[in-house]
Structure formats: structure tokens, C-alpha cells
Nanobody
Framework: QVQLVESGGGLVQAGGSLRLSCAAS????????MGWFRQAPGKEREFVAA????????YYADSVKGRFTISRDNAKNTVYLQMNSLKPEDTAVYYC?????????????????WGQGTQVTVSS
């Protein structure tokens, strides 16, 4: 019943910034853990960031820590990913995911709902 819709992707030059949004609808709870993952062509899907639904604890992959920031607006049932200092290796389809628990997770298999993804392309 939960639907997730990502937006905000696009083409940006190295060093630039983008802000991704993920709007949730349906029966999702504002206490649900939320995560961002990404997958480049021919590459494995990897964890990017997560935020708990309980008290907003955040988690980041080492590759993005210090550059990306995850946040959420529970009133709008929306999670954001602010991406700064983008690098070509950040190029991927970015997916939003919702957990059935409030904890958040680094593991893709823990998530119950996924969005369709939004393309982020960083040129050199």
C-alpha cells in the first residue's frame, strides 16, 4: 500500500549539489525508518544513508559522509538527501526505501517498500 516517489535527480558537474526528495503515500508511518540507496550500471546496489523514524538518528556510508545529509519532514511524509561536493563516482540511480520498523538500516533487504528511482549524473 505504501508508495514512494523520488524526485530531484539530474545532471550536475563535479563539485555541484543536488537535493533529492522522496514522498511517501499510503499507510506508511512517520515513525518508519527511511533509507537511500544507489546503483550504477553494472554495479552492485549500495547503501547511501538512512534515518530512523523514532528520534531521527542518521547513518551514512563512508563514501558520502561529510558530503551528503539525510533529513525528513514527518508532517509531509517526505525524506530528503542533500548531496554536496558531488563526484563522478556518485553517478547512479538513487532509490528511496521505507522500513517497517522505526530503526533505519544499512541493509537493503530490511526495507519493505521502494521507489522507482531517480537518475543522478555527475560530469567530470
Amino acid at each position: 500500500q505504501v508508495q514512494l516517489v523520488e524526485s530531484g535527480g539530474g545532471l550536475v558537474q563535479a563539485g555541484g549539489s543536488l537535493r533529492l526528495s522522496c514522498a511517501a503515500s499510503g499507510t506508511t508511518s512517520t515513525n518508519a525508518g527511511m533509507g537511500w540507496f544507489r546503483q550504477a550500471p553494472g554495479k552492485e546496489r549500495e547503501f547511501v544513508a538512512a534515518i530512523s523514524g523514532s528520534i531521527g538518528i542518521t547513518y551514512y556510508a563512508d563514501s558520502v559522509k561529510g558530503r551528503f545529509t539525510i533529513s525528513r519532514d514527518n508532517a509531509k511524509n517526505t525524506v530528503y538527501l542533500q548531496m554536496n561536493s558531488l563526484k563522478p563516482e556518485d553517478t547512479a540511480v538513487y532509490y528511496c526505501a521505507a522500513d517497517s520498523t522505526p530503526w533505519g538500516s544499512r541493509a537493503a533487504y530490511e526495507y519493505d517498500y521502494w521507489g522507482q528511482g531517480t537518475q543522478v549524473t555527475v560530469s567530470s
